[in-house]
């Protein structure tokens, strides 16, 4: 079984960064991409970034490309995703996720599912 723990969330004012950290532990060999999902008040959960474990390849959601990037530390088991220039509409909380197949699209099929951590951006 894998257990994720993100870190690292808070408040920040917009156009500041901040970067946030996922630690994956348990049975994390069968990996095949690392994924960050979030969901603000009232609305759904949606797509953030998404990391494949053993090459790297980075996906991004429109909302983000250019000022978020994904990447992680295969010695550590952790995931980072750093913010840059954040909007108040980037405030939700942020999951961080794993799946373990390479089938279908990298936004669907998670199997495991951190807490989540709380980033609010003031205006």
């Known amino acids: 079984q894998m257990q994720l723990v993100e870190s690292g969330g808070g408040l920040v004012q917009a156009g500041n960064s901040l970067r946030i950290s996922c630690a994956a532990s348990g049975r994390t060999s069968s990996t095949y991409v690392m994924g960050w999902f979030r969901q603000a008040p009232g609305k759904e959960r949606e797509f953030v970034a998404a990391i494949t474990w053993s090459r790297g390849t980075t996906f991004y959601a429109g909302s983000v490309k250019g000022r978020f990037t994904i990447s992680r530390d295969n010695t550590k088991n952790t995931v980072y995703l750093q913010m840059n220039s954040l909007k108040p509409e980037d405030t939700a909380v942020y999951y961080c996720?794993?799946?373990?197949?390479?089938?279908?699209?990298?936004?669907?099929?998670?199997?495991?599912w951190g807490q989540g951590a709380q980033v609010t951006v003031s205006a």
């Open positions: 996720a794993a799946k373990k197949s390479s089938l279908g699209l990298v936004t669907l099929g998670y199997d495991t």
